[in-house]
């Protein structure tokens, strides 16, 4: 059963269980005389809405993943915070005020003790029928690296499918984090004193006189061998495999916002704050727009071409502060302190950022999010993409209103290496450990942070 179908069974079961807990207080709180089945009616959407909300927002966990009970009690308290705050939220916000507190914290806390106990027999039982259909192993690795370290932490995770009794390493004849028995030569007397059922080989795949030597000793002994071809030297970066069709394939740089869930929320988000902010904002953006005609003559709005998630391109709005400005598509002129090109109202917006305001439509229209990486003029992406050869990694998401690397202090000019690499390297960083909470604080840090108007001219 793979971890997307346990996933929907887990949630058709938890609305059946909700919906049971709730019919069972209901009828013990109202009777069947009570005729109001509108109140019913509310509370039952209420519920069943706020479940699925609560639900979609752990999906980015594995389930099947073993975890200690204490663990387990806390992550389940999480879901029951977050549901009782999403539910009330709603009520107190539709107005839905002939909703039975006792009906509605009743229902709750039953149906947070039911989905337990249930969500953790489900689990077991997959994770038991699992194991006996790939049969619990006893694993001897060979290699006590990073990679072979991360067979160990599979394996202590995931019990039910086997243990690690130890590793045998050329290198490391001690550690902390490993149980070494041995040299490679020492394979078959490691195997006569620890008797196991698999060998996983964690070594670079470069010394085949070696990894023939294994297989052939693992075959001999009946021993079934397995090897895993050393990624993590390979590609010193986020990786995962997968699988193409039949073929087996590796996924280089993988982050978080590859995961759907993440990119949901992130866009629910996008639309929320960016939606609030133009509403709040209108009266100020109305008297820029009417400064920028009195003060010069031209549009109110630049429209230069950026390039967005992948590559495309497009219009991105801003605020005209300049007399001239570059030609959108292939401008080449950067700004620089004391631009003679901009103007008196130019130049405060610019200094406060107020320019930027528009680009809360592109993010409406889905070409930017609130938070990433700056879209950079397309002249200057090719530019920097020769100076930083991983540059055009930022292409993975989508570009941002704000972003880490303007937040700390890296915009304004690219022409020395070190303020295209720290650009860069913070732009890379953002997305490898991107979190909701990472960009709530890049957002507190663009209207609060001194650093976020370093080099705004």
Do not use: C
């Not at 929320?265 to 929320?272: A, G, T």
């Not at 009266?283 to 709005?301: E, H, Q």
């Not at 959108?328 to 950067?334: A, E, H, K, N, V």
């Amino acid at each position: 059963m793979k971890t997307r179908e346990v996933l929907f069974v887990l949630l058709v079961v938890d609305l059946l269980l909700l919906n049971i807990s709730f019919l069972i207080v209901a009828y013990f709180h109202y009777g069947l005389g009570y005729n109001r089945f509108n109140v019913i009616i509310d509370t039952f959407w209420l519920l069943n809405f706020s479940w699925i909300v609560t639900f979609l927002f752990f999906i980015t966990e594995d389930p099947l993943i073993e975890k200690p009970l204490p663990k387990r009690i806390i992550n389940h308290g999480k879901k029951f915070l977050l549901f009782l705050s999403i539910a009330s939220i709603l009520a107190l916000g539709l107005n839905i005020s002939d909703i039975s507190r006792i009906t509605f914290f009743a229902t709750i806390t039953y149906f947070f003790i039911l989905t337990f106990f249930f969500s953790n027999f489900f689990i077991n039982y997959i994770r038991i029928k699992k194991a006996k259909i790939h049969n619990y192993t006893e694993v001897l690795v060979v290699g006590a690296g990073n990679l072979g370290l991360e067979v160990k932490r599979y394996f202590d995770q995931n019990p039910h499918r086997g243990k690690v009794v130890g590793f045998l390493d050329d290198f490391k004849l001690h550690s902390d984090k490993a149980k070494i028995l041995g040299r490679v030569l020492d394979f078959q007397e490691v195997y006569n004193n620890n008797r196991f059922d698999q060998l996983i080989i964690a070594i670079p795949i470069n010394n085949r006189e070696k990894l023939r030597k294994l297989i052939d000793q693992a075959e001999f002994n009946g021993v079934r061998p397995r090897v895993i071809p050393d990624y993590y030297n390979l590609f010193s970066r986020n990786f995962e495999t997968t699988l193409l069709g039949d073929l087996p394939i590796v996924n280089i740089r993988e982050f978080p916002l590859e995961i759907y869930a993440n990119r949901f929320w992130k866009r629910v988000f996008d639309l929320v704050f960016s939606s609030t902010a133009l509403l709040l904002v209108s009266p100020i953006l109305l008297l820029i727009a009417i400064a920028i005609k009195i003060d010069s003559k031209g549009p109110v709005f630049y429209k230069p071409i950026r390039l967005g998630r992948r590559g495309e391109e497009f219009v991105l709005y801003k605020f005209r502060s300049m007399y001239a400005n570059d030609d959108p598509r292939m401008g080449q002129q950067s700004t620089k302190e004391d631009d003679d090109r901009i103007t008196r109202v130019g130049r405060f917006i610019r200094k406060y950022s107020l320019d930027e305001l528009p680009q809360f439509i592109n993010v409406i229209k889905h070409d930017m999010s609130v938070v990433g990486p700056r879209p950079h003029r397309v002249i200057l992406n090719k530019i920097l993409q020769e100076k930083a050869t991983n540059y055009l990694v930022r292409h993975y998401v989508l570009p941002g209103v704000t972003g880490w690397a303007q937040v700390n202090g890296w915009r304004g000019p690219t022409d020395t290496r070190i303020q295209y690499k720290g650009r860069t390297l913070h732009d890379l960083w953002y997305i490898e450990h991107w979190t909701f909470l990472l960009d709530l604080y890049i957002i507190m840090l663009t209207v609060f942070g001194v650093k976020s108007r370093k080099n705004a001219f």
